[in-house]
């Protein structure tokens, strides 16, 4: 898809903000022992053949930037396109919830302007789903709509979640929030270079508002369709989202929509050796990343990068980040447990399946 | 040590037909190991972490992983601009091409590249070896020797001492003898194989070995005794840590066994010596609800919905439910489907054993059962 660059947009602040993304953005947040958020967009992308790709900036943008480097690991280490980490306003979204706020895009006009493309797909790093993005160009220019949105019918309440009224296939309105059988933004869109340059004309007085807010006026005028996406895609906007999207991944068929062949996300490599699965540990239903060392019990739950389990500790139903020690005779359950935490011998961390326990990063 | 102070001769090309149905289709130095590794990463980990930024890779055999893998190097930190890796195959030139004879050989055809980098020193190094070792104390050693030649040894046990080039020394660490393959060894100290040269000399003599007939053009055989025999300086660097030639298959699974249990003889989790690799980015393992996986080296992209035991599981290998791998190594992508059972094999690269297979045997006086690469083993056979 040469015609087309990518541009993703990691300012989103969380308007319920929890202890995991007190530390670091959203796009940044470890997924699935081994991955960060980001990596699923920007894998999409990637693979659908964007070989440009914008990523507009948070202002706490550290761990992003530790992450993505010069986006060798998803070949966007190019002398011609490649990435391009653009700023985002100061106070970034400020927990307005916006996804694709205006004036990130605009004082990012250079990116769109100095471009031969045709068309621009952008995306937050808020879902997570392994897509061929061509679909949705393909339907976007077979349809010659004005924008394409990416959309999944609601399967539960989502407040996080924005939504579309709908006349059809064609969007008439935007909301917060979803119901069971709206129509749920997927916040991924595609868009001609070209409108996008006019609506930042049409929208200047308002660049505080998204995108999709500033249209408020226009669904009559900018034909704006919906594209459904029938696979596995879950939001995460919330530690309860969180906890929910990481456990649906020990669904072996979830776990093969996510990862399917031939059609990789794509995170930075790490030299880390495989997991160890000493004599007398006892692992199930889990998932466990490169350079565990575990000597205990670990059920119905997501290992990150050097977790060591050791003899007599339990884990059920949790997810533990990088580097974390699970000491001797110690119990974590239901629990979210962040980088680089110690649990001390026989002590306790525990939640409940409807209220995960929260242990905010460790030091390093 | 400084840029170019070193630069590394890498020798890849060898055949490694003692691993019979690993080496069918690849590189001996391409052959996985330890579940996310491949044999040539030791080597070229060791350089990176030696500082040693410049490495010619000299390929012959079935180059084509090889090359892939290596790529640009930059999954050592060895893809710059003024150096990095460089991958040497035999070329042609007016009077025609010649395939590498031998591994003198090997490095008089790449003279040039040599000379193009105008090192110091030229450190020679086989692609085929696990070990972790730092490069730069041996040319310290070399250095403070005034040496011409340093070659890194390492003492063995008595009784193998005749399978390898055996070393006499003196007390200052020179070496008064070298001899390949003794049948009455008088030391039981081995050649690693790896030697630090002083570029004029290892320029000056391989020049002198081509243009000799009855050379076999080897290093252990011709280059060194008459370098010996000519009066130099030839010093050992001693080294005593862990290193294996992994060259018939039962070393090889010897060595992947090693990996296991609670001390295992290689630490593959060292942060200050890591063993980089250019692995692919696969997803956590997973262990299905009924999985059992028990002292076993667990790979990225693994999945285990049987049992696991004493084993080696490479990156996208697959145990499927009911099935048993038993003191086996399972290379990438290798899958034992529904009610196999595995024991003491070796399961090579994205090869199938198909369901209710049984493989192996415990018996250990049994040679280990090798499956090739892509080859599928079905009932009866």
């Known amino acids: 898809m040469e015609k087309v660059i990518g541009l993703i947009t990691c300012n989103y602040s969380a308007k319920s903000p929890s202890a995991l993304v007190e530390s670091r953005p959203v796009a940044s947040m470890p997924f699935l022992g081994r991955y960060r958020l980001v990596d699923f967009p920007l ?16 202002y706490n943008y550290r761990s992003i930037i530790d992450h993505v480097g010069s986006g060798k690991d998803w070949n966007l280490d190019r002398k011609n396109g490649g990435l391009f980490v ?3 306003s100061a106070f970034g979204t400020s927990r ?6 205006l004036r990130d895009l605009v004082h990012n006009k250079v990116f769109f302007t100095r471009s031969k493309s045709d068309y621009v797909i952008f995306s937050t790093a808020n879902f997570v789903y392994n897509m061929d993005l061509n679909d ?8 010659g709509a004005d924008v394409t949105v990416l959309t999944k019918q609601a399967s539960g309440n ?11 296939s064609r969007v008439t309105g935007v909301k917060h929030g979803v119901s069971f059988g709206d129509t749920a933004f997927l916040d991924c869109f595609v868009i001609s270079r070209q409108l996008l340059l006019d609506m930042f004309d049409w929208y200047a007085a308002t660049d505080y508002l998204d995108l999709f807010e500033a249209m408020g006026n226009d669904y009559g005028r900018v034909n704006v369709q919906a594209y459904n996406f029938d696979g596995y895609a879950a939001a995460v906007f919330n530690k309860k989202s969180y906890y929910r999207s990481n456990m649906d991944a020990l669904d072996p068929r979830i776990n093969a929509e996510l990862f399917p062949e031939g059609r990789f996300i794509k995170t930075k490599a790490h030299d880390t050796s495989p997991a160890k699965f000493e004599v007398g540990s006892h692992v199930t239903n889990s998932l466990v990343s490169a350079g565990c060392r575990i000597f205990g019990n670990v059920g119905d739950s997501v290992l990150g990068r050097n977790v060591i389990v050791e003899s007599g500790a339990t884990i059920r139903g949790s997810v533990v980040m990088q580097d974390c020690v699970i000491k001797s005779g110690a119990r974590v359950e239901n629990a979210i447990v962040d980088r680089n935490n110690v649990v001390p011998a026989g002590t306790e961390l525990r939640g409940t399946p409807e209220d995960v326990l929260i242990k905010e990063k460790g030091r390093e | 040590m400084s840029k170019k102070e070193c630069i590394a001769m890498l020798l890849a090309g060898g055949q490694g037909s003692r691993l019979g149905a690993l080496t069918s289709n690849v590189a001996k130095p391409a052959v996985s190991f330890g579940g996310k590794f491949r044999i040539i990463d030791f080597a070229l980990s060791n350089c990176a972490n030696s500082g040693v930024s410049t490495v010619g890779v000299l390929t012959q055999y079935r180059p084509y992983l090889l090359h892939s893998y290596i790529g640009t190097g930059e999954a050592w930190n060895l893809d710059e601009r003024d150096g990095g890796v460089s991958i040497l195959p035999p070329y042609a030139t007016q009077t025609g091409g010649a395939w590498y004879e031998g591994t003198a050989d090997a490095v008089t055809q790449n003279l040039g590249y040599i000379d193009q980098n105008d090192p110091e020193y030229v450190l020679i190094l086989s692609g085929d070896q696990l070990y972790r070792m730092d490069y730069g104390k041996m040319l310290e050693n070399h250095k403070r020797h005034n040496a011409d030649l340093t070659i890194a040894v390492m003492p063995v046990p008595w009784e193998e001492a005749s399978r390898f080039g055996i070393i006499t020394q003196d007390e200052d660490e020179r070496i008064l003898k070298f001899t390949e393959k003794p049948k009455k060894p008088d030391s039981n100290l081995a050649s690693m194989g790896i030697y630090i040269f002083n570029a004029d000399l290892l320029e000056s003599s391989l ?5 000799d007939q009855t050379s076999e053009h080897d290093f252990g055989k011709n280059i060194i005794p008459k370098l010996l025999a000519d009066g130099k300086r030839l010093y050992t660097y001693e080294f005593n840590g862990f290193w294996r030639d992994v060259g018939t298959i039962s070393s090889y699974h010897e060595t992947s066994m090693d990996l296991l249990g609670p001390n295992p003889a290689f630490d593959l989790y060292s942060e200050d010596f890591p063993i ?4 692919s980015t696969r997803p956590p393992a997973f262990v299905g609800r009924d999985g059992d996986v028990d002292d076993c080296l667990v790979a990225n992209g693994v999945q285990v919905y049987g049992k696991a035991k004493h084993s080696i599981l490479s990156v996208d290998a697959y145990v499927g439910e009911h099935a048993t791998v038993v003191d086996s190594v399972l290379l990438p992508g290798a899958v034992v489907k529904n009610g196999a059972h595995v024991v003491r094999a070796i399961l090579g690269e994205n ?6 297979v049984n493989l192996g045997s415990v018996d250990s006086t049994k040679d280990t059962a090798v499956i090739g690469n892509d080859v599928v083993v079905g009932k009866g056979e």
């Not at chain 1, 949705?136 to 349809?143: G, I, K, R």
């Not at chain 1, 989502?158 to 059809?168: H, I, K, N, R, S």
């Open chain 2, 207 to 211: 020049k002198e070995d081509a243009i």
């Open chain 1, 43 to 58: 894998s999409n992308m990637v693979n659908a053949g964007l070989r440009t790709v914008g990523m507009v900036m948070p």
């Open chain 1, 96 to 101: 307005t919830g916006a996804r694709f706020l």
């Open chain 1, 86 to 88: 653009l700023p985002g």
């Open chain 1, 158 to 168: 989502d407040a996080d979640v924005t939504g579309f009224e709908m006349d059809g």
């Open chain 1, 136 to 143: 949705l160009y393909n339907a976007h220019v077979a349809s």
């Open chain 2, 276 to 279: 980089m690799s250019n692995a």
């Open chain 2, 351 to 356: 090869s199938v054993v198909e369901e209710n």
